[in-house]
């Protein structure tokens, strides 16, 4: 049973923290079920499950901690667990920048776990490949996929009473697929809480139509061009100048948020004034986690206990808040904030189809490949489009166009904004496609 | 693709990459089940899976340890232990792969797992297109491989360790760091590997890598720089951090390049002298250099541009929803006359060459580990695969590169060692430095990308150095060169000869869903390639 309660997590914390005679104790209570089918060269490859039940239990002996987990859960073994957490604590090294742990939170209820998801069994996941293996089959075109879900809980508690529980279930899906000659090839990508919310069948057929239409792609000239990035593109990038929002890196001179003189940019109007970037954990399309650093996609592992709450990032165009650790905050008096879990682009209300129906000439971005940072000092990043690139004329979609590499930062990406659609869920985050002047790509790739 | 390249931004370890449970260091040197107790927990899922009905069953029984140190300035941020055990077992049964894994290693557990595998054989098979073809691999009987090394870095005491980084730490900040942050990676895998073909293989291996990044900064001018180890992830213990002068090679401006020992505190103060530097280095101009690489920057080259195209699984579309497919397709190997580089080009795969990551007496489906060539005097003549491929490039015998990062993941084709011959002809870095008129020398892993059919890529590196008419005549900063991957390889014009031969190594190289991380060396001696497309990546915003 890998899901428990809230009241069955409750009292195997509470149990362990019985057992501590450290100076102060956290303990992580985490378990999931999760499965996964991934097929290739129409042909499912591999499949499986796995059970996970987990427990870490921190001690701490002045500004000295350490870590054990164990994953049996009777009385002897919980309490040889905290022993051992306690001897790891008094061998370990002093960390000059431990800050004494919480006491109780209030937390928000994000709704994120979903029963049918919790459900999902060896027949769904091999029914949810056939359905995309299927029709690519029928069409001669050759599917490669991947579907992975889990369901599972996170509890938190310590010994100056926090006590925090959040129940969640996800499904990630995506799908490859490529035509049998290699010419074309098309992708899709979903991720849901709620596995109602995702048609396998549907995504693959977006893939099956770029796979097919991005068959014998013309070369442009690498440059400068408008384009238009879907949120599968956009995010990447989005999400590499996220990761950089940490207010620490800024203050010590060392960040694209740190400005000559040694003061940040806080406050700065760094973007074009439609930019809103947020988190908010109760947002129904994106439910996220209640604490910060819960193994989000910003915040690693572990927990600090401090409560998700909704936030701004960046405003109208300029940086409002900064994320830092507690040791940071209290150092340096900055806004105690954690990493949000996910983030979300405000959009506009063109739908994708209406923006290349509003585009003169233009490039349509499906995705983006093996993107890596060039110049942290701007946030430079380099990469690739990949399965479906597409040349826009007066509206429509004009022919298939040869992939780029790109030379570009988000930052200046940002402020040559065009337009914004629909804000989509992709990868735990809400984004919007997004138009995008002058952006630059400065070569071409024969990669299909 | 590369998980991990920790730079001062990413001082904590990418999450995901601890496996296991995290145990005290003490525990680390507990003595795992000894080889007969391993045979007989082996025996008891070979025969549960046969009399299940499975034509070919193996066994991994695995005990993986891992130690990871993070420090930053004068500060120890962690140090974590982890260990995880237990056994995986592999079946073909109605011609079908299956796979199941469990951490219960009593008699029960075991049998239960493998007849899971059966069954999960027996279900996929009803939608398989593809009956498994395995090549045959006679029984090695019972047999033990160890990694050489004269000090196991786990019987190394943490406090001599963290001490070393304070020192590394220390170095860097007195001469000049703003900011340094330091890490060791120590892996210890116990792999006992039993098949149905008369194996019994127990397997101890080490892998090590020290590394840093330190940063310079200039407030006043709203500027800093970094300058990452130039170290290099080994197959060997803690010998790896003697930093004997007799591996040093030394380079023009005070560059020292390290073959087989590493002298950590020695590059940490180069490393904080360099960083300063590159603030005031000059922006590149973009245009068309003759690049001389060293081996510490062309590995990764080689890793994107040969080692990863070369997969027969990536070949075949196997990747093809992730990691993607390959250029070089079977047509192009099977002509026999695909350039893929100039003459100087001969690359081999390898699982032989002591101290790199790849060394193994076996992979992780019971093949001897063997050398053979993927490219001979330019020509693309072979690939890399594993026992159910290797019938579709013609061979009777896998090449070993089948590897698992747990015993709870599936094994796979997985990269070997892949490495450019040294150059026979006499030549030193200096000797070729002199034949440069418009050049830049390029060291260290810096900023890495390529396309999803290893056709275009763009490389940076930790150290740029202007060569104007065969001298070095400064610091260069915001270079990145671009290009094709067959393009690139034909114009490899000369390479320095063995003593300037090293290798370079990745320690967390991912592939596959859900992802598996492995390690790989790639081994060269400096060398020149001619007329690259040089870019500028220097921005303002």
Same mark, same amino acid.
């Given at each position: ?448 | ?50 009399? =299940? ?107 001599? =360790? ?28 116990? =792999? ?55 591996? =040093? ?293």
């Amino acid at each position: 049973m890998a899901t428990l309660s809230k009241a069955e997590a409750k009292k195997i914390i509470d149990k362990v923290l019985s057992y501590s005679k450290a100076d102060e104790a956290s303990v992580g209570l985490g378990g999931n079920r999760t499965g996964n089918i991934r097929y290739a060269r129409n042909s499912v490859t591999t499949s499986g499950e796995t059970n996970n039940l987990s427990l870490a239990i921190t001690s701490v002996f002045g500004k000295k901690s350490g870590t054990a987990t164990i994953n049996e859960f009777d009385d002897a073994s919980l309490e040889k667990t905290v022993r051992r957490a306690e001897e790891i604590a008094q061998l370990a090294p002093e960390n000059p920048e431990y800050v004494p742990m919480l006491g109780p939170q209030k937390y928000l209820e994000p709704k994120s776990y979903v029963e049918a998801t919790a459900k999902i069994d060896p027949d769904y996941r091999a029914q949810a490949a056939l359905d995309s293996l299927d029709p690519c089959r029928k069409k001669n075109l050759v599917a490669a996929g991947y579907l992975e879900d889990s369901a599972g809980f996170s509890a938190i508690g310590n010994s100056r009473g926090l006590f925090g529980y959040n129940p969640s279930t996800s499904v990630d899906f995506s799908i490859t697929v490529r035509t049998a000659d290699g010419l074309g090839s098309g992708y899709a990508i979903r991720d849901v809480n709620d596995v109602t919310k995702l048609s396998t069948k549907n995504a693959t057929e977006i893939a099956m139509q770029k796979a097919l239409a991005s068959v014998n792609a013309r070369a442009l000239e690498p440059g400068k061009y408008t384009v238009i990035l879907e949120p599968a593109a956009a995010v990447d990038l989005l999400e590499n100048m996220m990761r950089n929002f940490d207010s620490r890196s800024a203050d010590e001179g060392r960040s694209f948020l740190s400005k000559k003189g040694g003061e940040t940019r806080l406050g700065e109007k760094l973007f074009d004034e439609r930019v809103n970037i947020y988190s908010d954990p109760m947002n129904l399309e994106i439910p996220g986690s209640p604490y910060g650093g819960g193994g989000g996609r910003f915040g690693g592992g572990g927990s600090d206990g401090r409560p998700q709450t909704k936030m701004s990032w960046i405003e109208n165009g300029a940086v409002k808040n900064m994320y830092a650790s507690r040791y940071w905050s209290q150092t340096k008096g900055v806004a105690d904030i954690p990493p949000p879990s996910g983030f979300i682009m405000a959009g506009g209300t063109e739908s994708l189809a209406e923006m290349i129906k509003n585009t003169e000439k233009g490039i349509l971005v499906t995705r983006f490949w093996y993107i890596r940072a060039v110049d942290p000092q701007t946030l430079l990043y380099t990469g690739l489009t990949r399965d479906g690139t597409f040349y826009i004329e007066n509206g429509v979609i004009k022919y298939p166009v040869k992939n780029f590499r790109f030379n570009e930062s988000p930052v200046i990406m940002l402020n040559n904004l065009e337009a914004m659609g629909v804000p989509q869920r992709i990868g735990g985050n809400l984004i919007p496609p997004l138009k995008i002047r002058d952006f630059t790509f400065s070569s071409l790739s024969d990669a299909v | 693709m590369q998980l991990s390249g920790l730079t001062a931004g990413a001082a904590m370890l990418p999450f995901g990459l601890v496996m296991g449970r995290e145990v005290d260091a003490a525990q680390l040197l507990e003595p795992a089940a000894d080889a007969a107790a391993k045979k007989k927990m082996a025996d008891i899922a070979l025969n549960a899976a046969r009399s =299940k009905g499975a034509t070919y069953t193996d066994v991994r029984i695995g005990r993986y340890l891992q130690q990871f140190l993070f420090t930053r300035e004068m500060k120890v941020q962690n140090v974590t232990n982890a260990e995880s055990y237990g056994i995986g077992v592999r079946v073909i049964a109605n011609g079908t792969w299956g796979f199941s894994a469990t951490s219960d290693v009593t008699p029960d557990g075991i049998a239960k797992c493998a007849e899971t595998a059966v069954a999960i054989a027996k279900a996929n098979s009803k939608i398989q297109t593809e009956p498994v073809i395995l090549a045959a691999q006679k029984g090695v009987g019972e047999v033990a491989w160890k990694t050489p090394l004269t000090k196991n870095a786990f019987e190394i005491p943490v406090k001599e =360790k963290i001490d070393l980084l304070m020192k590394v730490n220390g170095a860097a900040m007195q001469n000049g760091a703003g900011f340094v942050t330091s890490n060791l990676f120590f892996v210890n895998e116990q =792999k006992y590997f039993a098949s149905t073909d008369g194996s019994y293989i127990d397997q101890d291996i080490h892998r090590i890598w020290p590394t840093f990044t330190v940063t310079a900064i200039d407030k006043a001018a709203g500027k800093f720089k970094t300058r990452d180890a130039i170290s290099s992830p080994m197959g060997m213990g803690y010998e790896y951090l003697d930093g004997l002068a007799s591996e =040093k090679i030394p380079g023009p401006n005070g560059l020292v390049g390290y073959r087989n020992s590493y002298d950590m505190v020695e590059d940490a103060t180069n490393a904080a002298k360099q960083a300063k530097e590159k603030i005031g280095a000059k922006s590149v101009t973009a245009g068309k250099y003759d690049l001389v690489l060293d081996p510490n920057h062309l590995g990764l080259t080689i890793h994107e541009s040969v080692g990863h195209p070369l997969e027969l699984d990536r070949v075949l579309g196997y990747e093809a929803n992730y990691a993607g497919t390959s250029f070089a397709t079977l047509d192009k190997w099977k002509a026999g006359d695909f350039n893929y580089g100039s003459k100087e080009v001969t690359i081999v795969a390898d699982r032989l060459q002591p101290h790199t990551l790849g060394k193994v007496g076996y992979d992780d489906e019971g093949v001897p580990s063997k050398e053979w060539n993927l490219i001979k005097d330019g020509v693309l003549v072979n690939y890399q695969a594993i026992r159910d491929q290797v019938h579709i490039i013609g061979e009777k015998e896998s090449q070993g590169c089948c590897y698992a990062d747990s015993w709870d993941s599936v094994q796979f084709q997985r990269m070997p060692n892949v490495s450019l011959k040294a150059g026979t002809e006499k030549r030193s870095v200096m000797d070729m430095i002199k034949g440069v008129d418009k050049g830049i020398y390029i060291i260290g892993r810096g900023s890495y990308s390529i396309d999803q059919q290893r056709y275009n890529f763009q490389f940076g590196g930790q150290l740029f150095y202007e060569i104007k008419n065969g001298e070095i005549v400064g610091m260069l900063d915001d270079v990145a060169y671009q290009s094709n991957t067959q393009e690139f390889w034909n114009s490899c014009a000369q390479r320095c000869d063995q003593d300037d031969y090293r290798t370079f190594g990745s320690f967390f190289d991912g592939k596959g869903q859900p992802s598996q991380v492995s390690a790989v060396s790639h081994g060269s001696a400096t060398t020149r390639f001619n007329g690259v497309n040089v870019i500028n990546t220097g921005r303002k915003i």
